[in-house]
């Protein structure tokens, strides 16, 4: 079993930056793919970026590629996601996940494991 909690969300003016923490319990989870999700009011959840569990291969979402960074800590136990250049349109709640299968082509698909969600509000 794991559980995730995120830090890090805020208000945040266009243009600025954000670094999202996912901490997670368990002593697995180096063994597990990770993820961020994020979800706009009025809209599905979709997949920002997701990590391998080495932290050697990463995916993102053609939207923030080249703004957005994931990495990880296994050490630490922890995900990060430094969020660069933010706009408008990143405004939503960023969720970390946990598990499901990872590729480099299409992300992170059916993850086992949710956190609760961190608010990022970006002001034009």
């Known amino acids: 079993q794991v559980q995730l909690v995120e830090s890090g969300g805020g208000l945040v003016q266009a243009g600025g930056s954000l670094r999202l923490s996912c901490a997670a319990s368990?002593?697995?989870?180096?063994?597990?793919?990770m993820g961020w999700f994020r979800q706009a009011p009025g809209k599905e959840r979709e997949s920002v970026t997701a990590i391998n569990w080495s932290g050697t291969s990463t995916h993102y979402a053609g939207s923030v590629k080249g703004r957005f960074t994931i990495s990880r800590d296994n050490a630490k136990n922890t995900m990060y996601l430094q969020m660069n250049s933010l706009k408008p349109e990143d405004t939503a709640v960023y969720y970390c996940a946990a598990g499901g299968y990872y590729s480099a082509r299409l992300g992170l698909g059916s993850p086992d494991y949710w956190g609760q969600g961190t608010q990022v509000t970006v002001s034009s």
């Open positions: 368990g002593r697995t989870f180096s063994s597990y793919a």
